[in-house]
């Protein structure tokens, strides 16, 4: 069974959208790919225990405060089976550059856009260090640069 999920933020709580769910069950159904498509939230993800083999995050933990990551981390690897794999992506740290005065500072350091096309989006800037201590050095197997400046990173 293949599944995926994906979010984005929206006011104190991180959604995915219905919209987003039909791209990807489109996506899948134009390969023959077998899927599971369900909406939820970080702080809860909707599957048992030990569910997946392999998890796919791509640039999802950039858009929820570091706090809210935390919990993120801690319900993806709740769902993982044990030696199973996760692949996160990460913005490039100076990501949105030339849109920063379209955005509030919050306290911890993430950047709330209150104007323009992303208002309402949040985005913290990760350190290649908050990374891996997010995750936890010794889980990851390898952190790696995209030739953009993504961080792309396979941890157990």
């Known amino acids: 069974m293949a599944a995926l999920l994906t979010w984005r933020r929206i006011t104190s ?8 769910l039909r791209v990807f069950a489109r996506a899948f159904g134009l390969y023959d790919i077998p899927g599971t498509f369900e909406q939820g939230t970080f702080e809860h993800l909707s599957f048992p225990d030990d569910h997946f083999a392999g998890i796919i995050c791509i640039a999802a933990l950039d858009h929820v405060t570091f706090e809210s990551s935390q919990f993120a981390v801690a319900e993806i690897r709740r769902v993982l089976m044990p030696n199973g794999m996760i692949l996160l992506t990460f913005d490039p740290p100076d990501q949105d550059e030339e849109i920063l005065d379209d955005a509030e500072v919050l306290r911890d350091g993430t950047l709330r856009f209150v104007r323009g096309k992303q208002a309402g989006m949040v985005f913290y800037r990760y350190k290649d260090e908050e990374i891996k201590s997010l995750l936890g050095e010794q889980h990851i197997i390898s952190f790696d640069y995209s030739d953009e400046g993504d961080r792309v990173i396979v941890c157990h």
Do not use: D, G, H, I
């Not at 709580?13 to 987003?20: C, D, G, K, P």
């Open 13 to 20: 709580r991180v959604e995915v959208t219905a919209r987003s």
